[in-house]
């Protein structure tokens, strides 16, 4: 959309250069899922299409656990951090000191993924050999296995790593929400829950949704923290990885690096599809709404 003093070709120049941008950074994964669907594999002078690939990758009973694990932690790692993330957004807009809860909430990204993993390993490690001792000297084995290596470890790992782009996300979308509408909200009687659910949450819809999207993408894609704490079950990376470095890049790793990026794309694109069309709807409501207000 341009304006009446807005140059046209201008406006067009940055689409060009917005739509160069794009597809220089996607070239290797467009270049991946076109590889995926060939039966000839990777070099290949000839291309015949095939799903044969996708048809071996759910056919592996490794690679479907793989995924069961992978969705399990997506979906409790972004039931989890959504939440935190928008209580933490709302307490950033009151706060009067905005530096220190800035601070605590990015720090995770500032530590390499590496490094973060390693002192989580150790810190549950060195938890868990605590409480099998308190276990021993009370007598009990109720404490044993607490803090163990598993699903809870990997999911506190993953919390840890996701909460600030979710926080930044729902942060940039609440941004242009008012609090003055909350202080009316209350004013007419509403509670806090109603005054949060009718008027804020849903200016600020797009964002939660973007966040949760972020959630489940970064699960998909983290491996180190997930390789260094899920104890004894794989996730789709770690597999993906395990094979490319075992057995180097095959015509089914390609079809699961494609799947990966067909999971995050269709989120994306179903989140944005949405945007646009809640924006047209309420667009049409508020054009409605002020037609008599116009003609009077």
């Known amino acids: 959309m341009t304006d009446d003093y807005a140059n046209p070709w201008a406006y067009r120049l940055k689409w060009a250069y917005m ?3 794009v597809t220089t950074l996607m070239s290797p994964v467009l270049y991946v899922m076109y590889i995926s669907f060939n039966a000839n594999g990777f070099g290949a002078r000839a291309y015949d299409f095939t799903w044969e690939w996708y048809r071996l990758v759910f056919s592996d009973e490794l690679l479907l656990n793989a995924l069961r694990w992978t969705f399990s932690l997506a979906i409790v790692v972004t039931l989890i951090t959504v939440p935190f993330a928008v209580l933490a957004a709302k307490y950033y807009k009151t706060a009067q000191n905005k530096l220190p809860v800035v601070f605590l909430l990015l720090a995770p990204l500032f530590v390499p993924p590496d490094i973060l993993g390693s002192a989580l390993l150790v810190y549950f490690k060195s938890l868990n050999s605590s409480f099998i001792w308190l276990g021993d000297q009370l007598g009990t084995t109720a404490f044993d296995g607490w ?9 506190v790992g993953l919390i840890i790593y996701t909460i600030p782009y979710a926080f930044i996300v729902v942060l940039i979308t609440m941004g242009r929400y008012r609090t003055e509408q909350t202080e009316a909200a209350r004013a007419c009687g509403a509670d806090g829950w109603r005054a949060f659910w009718d ?3 849903p200016q600020i819809r797009a964002g939660v949704f973007s966040a949760c999207s972020f959630c489940i993408i970064l699960c998909f894609n983290e ?4 390789s260094l704490l899920k ?3 794989d996730t789709f990376t770690t597999v993906l990885i395990s094979q490319m470095l075992n057995t180097g890049m095959s015509p089914q790793s390609y079809a699961m690096s494609s799947m990966v990026a067909f999971t995050a794309i269709a989120i994306i694109g179903s989140i944005i599809i949405f945007t646009l069309i809640r924006s047209e709807s309420l667009t049409r409501t508020a054009r ?9």
């Open 19 to 21: 739509l160069l941008l």
């Open 147 to 155: 803090f163990r290596l598993s699903f809870f470890t990997a999911t």
């Open 199 to 201: 008027i804020e949450f």
């Open 223 to 226: 491996y180190t923290r997930t």
């Open 231 to 233: 104890g004894g079950f």
């Open 288 to 296: 409605a709404k002020a037609e008599p207000i116009m003609s009077s």
